[in-house]
């Protein structure tokens, strides 16, 4: 069985400041791995994925992640922080062997202060 | 293209009852999948359609249920509706059944059961 946890389910950071959300799977089998946003009333966003090829990802919005296998993490970066970025994040994972089916983490609340 | 359409936005309905969710798919996709979203449990999955067959099914009681049409929409429905089903229920779409492919969501639909 794959599963997800997401270390901090809030983050709280400055306008302009690293963002970092922190995620660490397990998997008994290569995963592909997403980073989903949800604003609210909304549905969720794609922010990127990691689907084997390069382990640094880039996806929209300037976020980024690194896939790490020693360490089995895959944590979702971003340099500077806007007011928009405020909303929250999810990290998934799916087993290439079980079709689309994505087993989330619990979700990091980014706030942005000014 | 429009994305994933789901209706109704929202419903109210009352124990016992039963109900029946909507999703219209981005053109073209072929796999559709379904998540429950609640404050405790976070995002759990139901089950995933494609070609108008159950591919994959979460651990939910048999009181929901859903199916896919040859135009690859898709309903699930919830009956002897309980309490703790009011959630966001949100789909998915994606153009294969495949890890890989990227599932785009759509807004969801907001049960309320009272």
């Known amino acids: 069985a794959q599963s997800v946890t997401q270390l901090g389910s809030h983050v709280s950071v400055s306008e302009g400041a690293l963002v970092l959300l922190r995620c660490n799977y397990s998997?008994?089998?290569?995963?592909?791995l997403f980073w989903y946003v949800q604003y609210p009333n909304q549905g969720l966003q794609l922010l990127l994925k990691y689907t084997s090829a390069a382990t640094l990802v880039k996806g929209i919005n300037g976020f980024e992640a690194e896939f790490k296998k020693s360490e089995t993490s895959f944590h979702l970066t971003k340099p500077s922080a806007h007011m928009s970025d405020a909303a929250e994040y999810f990290c998934?994972?799916?087993?290439?062997?079980?079709?689309?089916?994505?087993?989330f983490g619990e979700g990091t609340q980014l706030t942005v202060n000014p | 293209k429009a994305g994933v359409t789901q209706t109704p936005r929202y419903l109210i309905k009352t124990r016992g009852q039963q109900v029946t969710l909507s999703c219209s798919p981005i053109?073209?996709?072929?796999?559709v999948s379904w998540y429950q979203q609640t404050p405790g449990q976070g995002l759990q999955f139901l089950f995933e359609?494609?070609?108008?067959?159950?591919?994959n099914k979460g651990n939910f009681p048999g009181r929901f249920s859903g199916r896919q049409f040859s135009n690859s929409r898709s309903e699930m429905n919830v009956s002897t509706l309980e309490l703790g089903d009011s959630a966001l229920y949100l789909c998915?779409?994606?153009?294969?059944?495949?890890?890989?492919?990227?599932?785009?969501f759509g807004p969801g639909t907001r049960l309320t059961v009272l």
């Open positions: 998997s008994s089998v290569p995963p592909y």
């Open positions: 998915a779409s994606s153009l294969m059944w495949e890890g890989t492919d990227t599932q785009y």
């Open positions: 053109s073209g996709h072929r796999s």
């Open positions: 998934a994972v799916s087993d290439p062997a079980s079709g689309s089916r994505l087993t």
């Open positions: 359609y494609f070609s108008e067959t159950q591919r």
